[in-house]
């Protein structure tokens, strides 16, 4: 192993389209690399499926931030909230997380999830009708985006109208470019957030509906199993993990078979490959890139590299799911693969809890995009595409063209890819959702 760390290179436009390349590199050195991520943070990179399966399941490694020597780590928090943001499942260990997540387990079992197909194939045909007429959309804006955040809404009893502000406040929140962020922005736009979600919570304690956020608040008031620092974080949690990764697994998945028309071909003919692409989408580019954080208790060894208490570790999935003693030719898309078990939602304890979720709704959108949408091809060079820089990973737009409903064709947009792409939203009055690309603090996901 090197003994100078890598700077991830985040202002390369190249690494920011492909890193996958450098990721191979990286693998190639060794199972553990320290890197340099976005605003300076070093981290040790764990490159293998091997390592990085059994880190996920290593006590030793905590999920909590405040197990982190780097306080740069705590700074990119907002500074009037840092506990109660972290005081959620996703960053919390055993007796909290075990008690945070039985609260919501129920509502995002297999079997709950797979009664809400019928409701979210209607959204998706809903959008896709919207579509149809122009023969062009912006399939991040018009379809990927809108469908995952009314899911979640609905499933949490948001009002879907305020998903324009919570989406906002969540870039400014989240959302980070290579220099650190600026403090006085993450902030206030956590203080809007916290505003916002208060007065839900006081609307559906005084008119509690079927849904999850008024069987928590039930859970806090009546049982006092959560105090309203952890309300208020479960409820963030649930709303933006809700939809934002689930937004960059469909536009990753339609790019991904864009790109590769012999497995674009093959799902149509085949539908019933659906579920398996799935997985491949999330093996070959998923949503969290370059992988799951934490941070290390004490002293431990990874595959024989030792690794100093309250370093960050981040356990590489995009790297390793590309690991060839894992899987053969990994840097091939095939969606009938059919042993693929990827590090995408993580594992163990916090295996993430909305991965039957995350997969139907995959399952849905893309499957309704090749049924409904013939002739579906990118309306720039694939080399046009504009990705987040990292942390969460997929393109900001996707810009195509089709054969609409009435056998028009659509030629390429007039004027470059702007022009007239995002008709459908327009035409129903959305808000362009921001899309400047950045990374997420990495704190991963699981």
């Not at 959008?127 to 991040?140: N, Q, T």
């Not at 078990?341 to 295996?351: M, T, V």
């Amino acid at each position: 192993m090197s003994e100078q760390p890598v700077l991830l290179p985040y202002t390369d436009p190249a690494f920011v389209a492909d890193p996958f390349p450098l990721y191979r590199r990286l693998r190639e050195e060794g199972p553990v690399r320290r890197a340099v991520l976005a605003g300076g943070v070093e981290a040790w990179l764990v490159t293998r499926h091997e390592d990085g399966l059994a880190a996920l399941s290593d006590s030793r490694l905590s999920s909590d931030v405040r197990d982190a020597s780097d306080p740069r780590l705590m700074r990119q928090l907002p500074s009037t909230e840092r506990e109660s943001m972290v005081s959620n499942m996703l960053r919390t260990d055993p007796p909290d997380h075990t008690r945070l997540r039985r609260l919501v387990s129920k509502a995002f079992t297999a079997r709950r999830v797979a009664q809400m197909r019928p409701r979210i194939q209607e959204i998706a045909d809903r959008l896709v009708d919207g579509l149809l007429p122009a023969g062009r959309a912006e399939l991040v804006e018009d379809f990927a985006l809108p469908l995952p955040v009314t899911v979640i809404s609905e499933l949490l009893g948001v009002p879907v109208d305020d998903r324009h502000a919570f989406q906002r406040w969540t870039d400014d929140i989240l959302l980070r470019r290579a220099e650190m962020p600026d403090p006085a922005v993450v902030d206030a736009a956590w203080q809007r957030m916290r505003a916002y979600l208060t007065g839900l919570v006081a609307q559906k304690r005084a008119r509690a509906g079927d849904d999850v956020l008024s069987a928590l608040i039930a859970a806090r008031d009546e049982e006092q199993r959560l105090d309203e620092d952890e309300l208020i974080a479960m409820v963030f949690l649930l709303l933006v993990a809700g939809y934002i990764t689930t937004v960059n697994l469909i536009g990753s998945g339609v790019a991904a078979l864009l790109a590769h028309p012999d497995q674009l071909a093959l799902l149509r003919d085949d539908p019933e490959l659906l579920p398996g692409a799935i997985e491949e989408f999330l093996r070959y580019d998923g949503p969290v890139s370059p992988g799951i954080a934490r941070f290390a208790r004490e002293d431990v060894e990874i595959a024989g590299v030792p690794v100093p208490r309250g370093a960050t570790v981040l356990i590489a999935s995009a790297i390793a799911d590309r690991d060839p003693s894992r899987f053969p030719d990994p840097d091939r898309l095939d969606i009938a693969r059919r042993d693929n078990a990827h590090l995408a939602f993580g594992h163990g304890i916090h295996y993430c809890l909305g991965a039957p979720l995350a997969r139907l709704e995959g399952q849905i959108a893309i499957g309704t995009v090749l049924r409904r949408l013939p002739d579906l091809v990118l309306a720039v060079p694939p080399e046009e595409l504009d990705w987040r820089l990292g942390g969460l990973r997929g393109p900001t737009r996707l810009p195509v063209t089709f054969t609409a409903a009435d056998g028009h064709r659509a030629g390429p947009p007039r004027g470059g890819p702007e022009e007239g792409a995002g008709a459908a939203g327009e035409a129903q009055g959305r808000e362009a959702p921001r899309s400047a690309p950045g990374e997420v603090a990495p704190f991963g996901t699981g």
